[in-house]
């Protein structure tokens, strides 16, 4: 570890004392003078018509303030997206208006119909009753083959079909990918479920909004990862307010996974009616309506195919897939299951030709948006299920097949669109072989037969883009955002430095890593650097946290800003020192002459910036605070192999995970602590996606999965301890810090490596199944195993 | 959640009147708070009974283990006078929940996924109630339905020690309620076993299986033996034929256990 606290040392997370002392300041914390409270009339039908709605009665009641519907909204902007794809015949995609509050029809259960504001919440919960809403419920279509089917019931009715978009990816490859599979030795072929997922963040939303009559400036506090990118959505396509007059701010928040990602109605709401009303309004998700209103995860149906020469080389994947993007399109859904997904289908393979076909469906539903890993879970998932079943089929070592087909140069241009830098898939593959003693599994085996199990061992890679990513390549794609990061560096006069950042942090730790690079640049403790985020008054415009793209992206325009302040203090130091600006050096906090024992500290420079005495002020300004943005040029392509061993009870069904192996290339590691647990939150969520996660619809829409009575989220004595290592890191070429990103990794990497280990467990029991479809609870796989 | 009134008296003659005059018992507020929450329940007066001495405490009254009804969960797993029955109470929920839940509670609201039905059926305990003593054979009356009338609420449950006894629940991966429970009691009452979690009529006896046992207190006693898959509840958890095969591998389990 590094004396200094560094980079590379495993600081502890310096914003855990809050956390876990109960002094973590979230948004449901505040409460403004005057305040009121709103609750939301949601649908209960997942699609119907909207006759009237009466809020007469409602409206006389103690404590309301004001009632809103879609009356109100008329005028109003409709909730945007943020990403336009083109489809195969280069046509857009199909946009559906998504209005703030029901305008005519209700599309999802939980759809927000009326907000009601009042002194209480109880009043407001009471008052939301007494609403006579008259709806006329239509037939709903959920299953997305369904949804695409002539005559399905259309979830928008200026809409041509519930159909978004058809993407093909790459369409110029589609006929010399149908040309591979003819000519192909062996072709493999697996159709599975994506699961969906509700993200479940421990927070559940809230916003808060407020509107100083004094001067014109409305104020929104949320449970967001950007609250830039909320400011510009909300203010400039909903709204209509000026950025210098909308202020959001993100306090503490209680974890994103991606859901807290998007631009919601509630705040909307809560901003609009604080204008309306003149007093703060607040509303908090109930757990019930985060169920039905977070935007949800996942969702694909998909057919992969493989096709393999006679020596067994990948010559092309074909993949179709059908996603789910719910009744309306959240704020990054279509780009999920195509920028997001088909370009990460060549995996860690040298497969030449690839064809992806993505139908993105409208269905009444919650909307689907990313969730950790977004897209490249699925893309992973995929993959390596279909090429552990064609290594069964083949009679192969998986690991042998995978390694055979590893790319092995690098800078490597897939088929697909990306290049990768770095990468050594064979090392992370070797490290991963030791941790898991494989050569000791067929022992292990045998003794969980003794005790009447079966046990297995699944193996896989991954590959993932991070650090999304170059403006002006998402611009070609049809972002409609740059995604560059900034950050303002401020040095104090006595040295302490306060750096403005606009990557949010949500449980990431940025407050205690982005310290680290910053006295490993200058040498100093990194107690003297605090880190602000999360309030567009006081940070510059950032693109905010996803994608594992705060340290990458975020890192380095913080690195960049750094530069220049070092840059502007070696200038003063080579005045206090009389010397040359190229003579002058930085190391442990102390500017000294190339050559000589003279020298000037850290603070000594920073004072003379404040208090220019003695000062060039000819030459340059005082102070010292730089800014920087930072495009990065390129993607970051973290990889890895991870490995799972369960038992499966035959009785029961049940799977329990005796270990788990995650080998990891994340580039440079700057807190070797924090990306551990970035790992273990991630195989957490991974192996709840594998195992036991689910929301489940039924025919008529309705949310079977609406609580954790239903929807199992992984406990502690679901999980095993964990064997990482991230030894093998082949730095970013691309980016000042050379870091790849970790955030993602685990929840990428490890629901394959359940699921063949699960199949591994039982093929080797003697049972012929080749997939069962996630989570594979131990009614599912009892009824694969009964055939049934 | 709507407003309601609270009482909360140390009596039991104060409990009575206040439910004889309409209120609704309140014990450890694990499932009814929740569901005043979700305002899926409108009473005008709650009675807490976690207020009276009378009804907390274990006592053994000859080879009868008496709880009161509103003793919480953890002091009967802490107790170990009957370990099947400890040990299931040790169980139920987290720590949050068996420290606020009661026994009066489970068996008053009779979840057919709460494990204390089980015990209560398969020990043939008796249920006191404020107005008489019922057999727990008469008790459990369906779906969250029991014979209790109105205004009969729950004082103690009287457990007769069985000579061998054993619940294994097998959890719903999110609830961890029991998917399928089974509580198998070898005692003076003979060989029962009681299922819960698997069935649409609520907690129920295997009666074949406790005819099969009676002669052969062994799990290969029950090789071949299966419950009907019409009447088990069917879900996302778990198909009926599922559950119905559960109940087999879980009660040789519960007599493996014993
Ligand atoms: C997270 C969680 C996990 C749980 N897991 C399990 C589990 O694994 N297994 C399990 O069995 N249970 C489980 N439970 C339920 C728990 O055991 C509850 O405590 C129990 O179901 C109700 O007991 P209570 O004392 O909280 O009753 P309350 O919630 O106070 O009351 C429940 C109902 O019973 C009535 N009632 C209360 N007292 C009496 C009485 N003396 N006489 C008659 N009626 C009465 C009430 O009017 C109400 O209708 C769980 C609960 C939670 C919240």
């Known amino acids: 570890m590094p004396a200094d606290g560094g980079i590379g040392a495993p600081n502890k997370r310096r914003e855990d004392v809050r956390f876990l002392t109960g002094k973590g300041r979230y948004t449901d914390d505040l409460n403004r003078h005057g305040q009121t409270h709103m609750y939301i009339l949601r649908s209960q039908v997942a699609h119907g018509r909207i006759n009237g709605i009466d809020t007469a009665e409602a409206e006389a009641m103690e404590g309301v303030v004001a009632i809103l ?50 002194e209480t919440l109880e009043q407001a919960r009471d008052a939301a009753e007494a609403i006579v809403v ?40 589609k006929g010399a990918v149908d040309e591979a599979f003819e000519k192909a030795a062996h072709v493999t072929t697996l159709e599975l479920v994506n699961n969906r997922l509700v993200a479940n963040p421990m927070e559940p939303r809230v916003a808060i909004g407020e509107y100083d009559e004094a001067d ?52 909307a709401l809560a901003t609009f009616a604080a204008k309306k009303i003149k007093r703060p309004v607040k509303w908090t998700s109930s757990r019930s309506e985060a169920f039905m209103s977070d935007a949800h995860g996942r969702d694909h149906v998909t057919k992969i195919e493989l096709a393999l020469d006679a020596d067994n080389n990948f010559t092309a994947i074909r993949t179709d897939t059908y996603a789910n993007m719910g009744a309306y399109l959240s704020t990054f859904a279509p780009s999920v299951p195509t920028w997001l997904h088909g370009t990460l289908m060549a995996g860690n393979y040298k497969t030449p030709l690839i064809y992806v076909n993505v139908k993105a469906v409208f269905t009444n539903t919650v909307p689907v948006d990313a969730y950790r890993g977004a897209g490249r879970p699925e893309a992973t998932f995929q993959l390596e299920r279909l090429i552990d079943k064609a290594a069964r089929e083949l009679g192969v070592d998986p690991i042998a097949l995978r390694r055979q087909n590893f790319i092995t140069q690098f800078p490597y241009a897939t088929p697909v669109a990306v290049e990768y830098d ?26 969980s037969k003794k005790n009447g199990k079966l046990r297995g061992l699944g193996v896989n890679c991954y590959i993932e883009a991070c650090g999304i990513a170059p403006s002006n390549l998402v611009g070609q794609l049809g972002a409609r955002a740059g995604l560059y990061e900034s950050a303002t560096v401020r040095v104090n006069a006595t040295g302490g430095l306060v750096v403005m950042t606009g990557s949010h942090s949500h449980g990431q730790g940025h407050e205690t890593s982005f310290p680290q690079v910053i006295a490993e640049m200058i040498g100093i403790d990194p107690n003297m650097v605090e880190i602000v985020h999360g309030d567009t008054a006081n940070t510059p415009m950032g693109m905010g946290t996803y994608g594992s793209r705060s340290l990458a992206v975020g890192g380095s325009a913080m690195v960049r800003a750094t530069e220049k302040i070092i840059n502007k203090a070696k200038k003063i130091a080579a005045h206090l020192l ?64 991870y490995a799972c061993e369960v038992e499966v009870d035959p009785e029961t069904g049940k799977v329990t995970i005796e270990s788990f192996a995650a080998a990891d290339d994340f580039g440079n590691i700057v807190n070797p602590m924090i990306v551990e647990g970035q790992v273990h939150g991630g195989i957490a969520q991974g192996v709840g996606q594998a195992l036991l996660e689910g929301a489940v619809y039924d025919a008529d829409g309705q949310l079977l999965t609406g609580s954790y009575m239903d929807y199992a989220m992984p406990r502690a004595d679901d999980l095993p301890f964990y064997a990482v290592d991230h030894s093998n890191g082949t730095p970013c070429t691309h980016n000042p810090l ?51 | 959640m709507y407003a309601f009134e609270l009482e909360r008296p140390t009596s039991l003659a104060d409990a009575e009147k206040a439910i004889a005059g309409g ?21 005008e007066t709650l009675v807490s009974l976690t207020a009276i001495d009378e009804l907390k405490g274990i006592s053994k009254e000859g080879d009868m283990l008496v709880i009161g009804g509103a003793t919480c969960h953890a002091d009967v797993a802490a107790d170990g006078s009957y370990p099947a029955l400890s040990a299931l109470a040790g169980k139920i929920g987290d720590p949050h929940v068996r420290n606020r839940g009661t026994i009066g509670g489970s068996l008053g609201n009779n979840d057919p996924s709460a494990c204390y039905p089980s015990a209560a059926l398969a020990s043939g305990a008796t249920i006191v109630t404020n107005k008489r003593e019922l057999a727990a054979d008469d008790y459990f009356t369906g779906l969250f339905e029991t014979a209790l009338d109105e205004g009969e609420f729950i004082k103690a449950v009287k457990f007769p020690i069985p000579e061998k006894a054993a619940y294994i629940k097998f959890e719903q991966p999110a ?30 006896r295997w009666t074949e299986a406790e005819q099969a046992l009676s002669s052969n207190f062994s799990a290969s006693a029950l090789d071949g033996l299966t419950v009907s898959a019409d009447n088990m509840i069917g879900d996302i958890h778990g198909s009926k034929a599922y559950r119905a095969h559960l109940v087999g591998v879980v009660t040789k389990r519960a007599v493996n256990a014993c």
């Open chain 1, 578 to 641: 009389e010397a040359a600006d190229s003579d002058i050096e930085l190391k442990d906090g102390k500017f000294s002459v190339a050559g000589t024992d003279k020298s000037v500290a850290w603070g000594d420079v920073t004072l003379a910036a404040y208090v220019p005495h003695n000062y060039p002020l000819e030459d340059i300004e005082p102070g010292l605070e730089e800014t920087a943005f930072y495009d990065p040029s390129n993607f970051t392509y973290p990889s890895g192999a």
């Open chain 1, 134 to 173: 008259d709806i006329e419920e239509l037939p709903a279509v959920i299953d997305m083959k369904e949804a695409v089917k002539e005559g399905a019931p259309k979830v928008h009715d200026d809409l041509t079909s519930n159909l978004c978009y058809d993407w093909g990816f790459v369409e110029e490859n």
């Open chain 1, 216 to 267: 014109g400036m409305s104020t929104l506090y949320t449970t967001s990862q950007n609250p830039h990118v909320i400011r510009l959505l909300m203010g400039a396509f909903v709204l209509g307010i000026p950025e210098h007059k909308l202020r959001v701010v993100a306090p503490d928040v209680g974890g994103g996974f991606g859901t807290k990602i998007f631009h919601y109605a509630e705040e």
């Open chain 2, 23 to 43: 209120g609704q018992p309140l014990s450890g507020g694990q499932t009814l708070i929740p569901t005043l929450k979700q305002r899926l329940a409108m009473p």
């Open chain 1, 738 to 788: 050379g870091v790849k990103g970790c955030g993602e990794a685990g929840a990428i990497g490890s629901p394959p490596a359940v699921v063949n280990a699960v199949i591994d467990a039982l093929q080797r029991g003697g049972h012929d199944i080749t997939h069962i479809n996630m989570p594979l609870t131990p009614g599912r796989v009892w009824a694969a195993m009964n055939g049934q």
């Open chain 2, 175 to 204: 609830s961890r309620f029991a998917l399928v429970g089974v509580f198998v009691a070898k005692g003076a009452n003979g060989v029962r076993v009681a299922v819960t979690g698997a069935s649409e009529g609520g907690v129920f």
């Open chain 1, 422 to 447: 770095t990468g050594d898939y064979n090392a992370t593959m070797d490290t991963l072989e030791t941790m898991i003693d494989r050569a000791g599994f067929e022992a292990r085996a045998a003794e």
């Open chain 1, 69 to 118: 519907t879609g009356k109100d909204f008329e005028g109003v902007g409709s909730i945007p997206c943020g990403w336009q794809v083109t489809d195969r015949h280069g046509q857009p995609m199909q946009e559906p208006a998504h209005p703030v509050l029901a305008q005519g029809k209700v599309r999802h259960v939980g759809d927000p119909i009326a907000a009601v504001i009042a």
